[in-house]
C-alpha cells in the first residue's frame, strides 16, 4: 500500500513533464522561439545560406579601387617571387647544358637563349617589384616564345 502513493507522485510527474506548454520563449532579438523548424524552413535556411554566398561572390566581384589594388600588389608579388624560382631555373638549365652532347655552334645558341631568356626574367622580376601590372602579360608573353624556341631547338621529340 505504500507504493501506490510513490507510483501515483512518480506518474504524476511524469505525465508534467511530458506535457507540451503553450509558453514561448523569448530568443535574442526579441524574436519568438517556436520550437525546431519545419522542414520547409530548413530548406529555407539553406536558401537563404546559399543567396548570402551568392551575395558575397557578387561583392568580391564588384571590389572597391581600394581592395583591387590591393590585389593587384599581390598578384605582382606572387608573379616577382617566382620570377626569383624561374632565375634559378636558367642557372640550372645552362648547368646541365653539358649532358646534352651539342656542337660548339649548338652551344653557343643555347647560351644565348639561356642569357635571353634570363635577361627577360629579370625585365619581369623588375616590372612585378615596382607594380607596373600592364607590362607583366607582354612579359609573360615573350619569356614563353623564348621557351618554346629553345624547346624547338632542343628538345627531343618523340619517335
Same mark, same amino acid.
Given at each position: 500500500m505504500q507504493r501506490q502513493p510513490i507510483l501515483l507522485a512518480t506518474i504524476s510527474l511524469l505525465l508534467v513533464a511530458c506535457t507540451a506548454t503553450n509558453e514561448k520563449h523569448v530568443a535574442e532579438g526579441g524574436w519568438v522561439e517556436?520550437?525546431? $523548424?519545419? #522542414?520547409?524552413?530548413?530548406?529555407n535556411t539553406q536558401l537563404r545560406e546559399?543567396?548570402?554566398?551568392?551575395?558575397?561572390?557578387? *561583392?568580391?566581384?564588384?571590389?572597391?579601387?581600394?581592395?583591387?589594388?590591393?590585389e593587384r600588389r599581390k598578384y605582382a608579388q606572387s608573379i616577382a617571387k617566382n620570377a626569383e624560382g624561374m632565375a634559378k631555373t636558367v642557372e640550372a638549365i645552362i648547368?646541365?647544358? $653539358?649532358? #646534352?652532347q651539342l656542337t660548339p655552334s649548338e652551344q653557343?645558341?643555347?647560351?644565348?637563349?639561356?642569357?635571353?631568356?634570363?635577361? *627577360?626574367?629579370?625585365?619581369?622580376?623588375e616590372h612585378a617589384t615596382q607594380n607596373h601590372i600592364d607590362a607583366i602579360d607582354e612579359s609573360l608573353h615573350i619569356i614563353n616564345t623564348t621557351c618554346t624556341s629553345c624547346h624547338a631547338l632542343y628538345r627531343k621529340t618523340g619517335g
Amino acid at each position: 500500500m505504500q507504493r501506490q502513493p510513490i507510483l501515483l507522485a512518480t506518474i504524476s510527474l511524469l505525465l508534467v513533464a511530458c506535457t507540451a506548454t503553450n509558453e514561448k520563449h523569448v530568443a535574442e532579438g526579441g524574436w519568438v522561439e517556436t520550437g525546431p $523548424p519545419a #522542414l520547409h524552413a530548413v530548406r529555407n535556411t539553406q536558401l537563404r545560406e546559399m543567396m548570402d554566398r551568392m551575395d558575397s561572390l557578387m *561583392q568580391e566581384r564588384f571590389m572597391t579601387e581600394t581592395e583591387i589594388d590591393s590585389e593587384r600588389r599581390k598578384y605582382a608579388q606572387s608573379i616577382a617571387k617566382n620570377a626569383e624560382g624561374m632565375a634559378k631555373t636558367v642557372e640550372a638549365i645552362i648547368a646541365y647544358m $653539358p649532358r #646534352l652532347q651539342l656542337t660548339p655552334s649548338e652551344q653557343d645558341t643555347f647560351l644565348a637563349l639561356a642569357k635571353k631568356l634570363s635577361d *627577360q626574367i629579370q625585365h619581369l622580376h623588375e616590372h612585378a617589384t615596382q607594380n607596373h601590372i600592364d607590362a607583366i602579360d607582354e612579359s609573360l608573353h615573350i619569356i614563353n616564345t623564348t621557351c618554346t624556341s629553345c624547346h624547338a631547338l632542343y628538345r627531343k621529340t618523340g619517335g
